[in-house]
């Protein structure tokens, strides 16, 4: 089984909101993120999405992006990004999506060979825009990633690696430590993937590598050229790997 990861599709969700205002790297982008996943990914694979998936302001309004993602290849996993305003209660939501589909919301899912869990994360305290407001929901943010970071932990049973997805990126590129980074070492997390980072510029905020133990992979779509990127590829007779490149 493989395992890929994409953030940030940015689907239109009938809101009328077409993503080449940000560039013309982002004309057509959907139709190519679905061209290069449907070539590269297999039913078998799973492919993690974790946030910003549609412009959608209601659950129903983003149920034909959904339906559309259901349809491609592969089992996917979601997560809630800040610009998700459409999610709904996760019981809602799964009593209607597809088995394809999974959640992760203060809990996590067993993909077979791994345990993927995460949470959406927030502004880091050390961006100088930081409020008192942004300090409660970092820290209620702390919260739902230690709740998810135990669900893998018990399903995980120290037999299987544990992938973690959020939004925001956990760490910055100067490396200093973050509540994030301390949680997703304290659990032994391989692997982080996030999203929510758009233009070189931007890229270049985020952490990407290992640091003690973890990996960080930046993984917004305009940062993959809106292709589903190869995170790992499990083997029956090998561990999996996580890494840093497509290969």
């Known amino acids: 089984m493989k395992l890929f990861a994409i953030a940030d599709l940015h689907m239109d969700g009938g809101a009328g909101k077409p ?15 679905f061209g290069s996943w449907r070539s590269k990914v297999g039913e078998e694979d799973s492919v993690l999405i974790p946030g910003d998936i549609s412009w959608a302001m209601r659950f129903d309004d983003a149920l034909p992006d959904l339906f559309a993602l ?55 305290p050390t961006d100088q825009d930081f409020t008192a407001d942004d300090r409660r929901i970092y820290e209620r943010e702390l919260i739902r990633l230690r709740l998810s970071l135990e669900a893998a932990k018990r399903i995980a049973g120290g037999k299987k690696p544990i992938v973690c997805m959020m939004h925001f990126p956990p760490l910055l590129r100067d490396g200093n430590p973050t509540g994030f980074t301390a949680l997703l070492e304290e659990y032994g997390v391989t692997c982080c993937l996030y999203g929510h980072l758009h233009g070189s510029l931007a890229w270049a905020v985020g952490f990407c590598g290992e640091r003690n133990g973890v990996t960080y992979r930046l993984c917004s779509a305009d940062s993959l050229n809106f292709e589903p990127a190869l995170v790992a590829e499990f083997k029956e007779e090998d561990p999996a790997d996580c890494y840093g490149t497509d290969e």
Request: charged fraction near 25%; aromatic fraction near 8%.
């Open 70 to 124: 259901s349809e491609l290849p592969g089992r996917k996993v979601l997560l809630r990004g800040n610009h998700d305003y459409w999610w709904s209660s996760p019981t809602r939501m799964r009593s209607v999506l597809p088995e394809s589909m999974k959640l992760v919301q203060n809990d996590a899912v067993d993909i077979g060979p791994a345990v993927v869990c995460g949470s959406r994360g927030w502004l880091l």
């Open 19 to 33: 993503m080449d205002v940000f560039g013309p790297h982002w004309t057509d982008h959907c139709e190519r993120i």
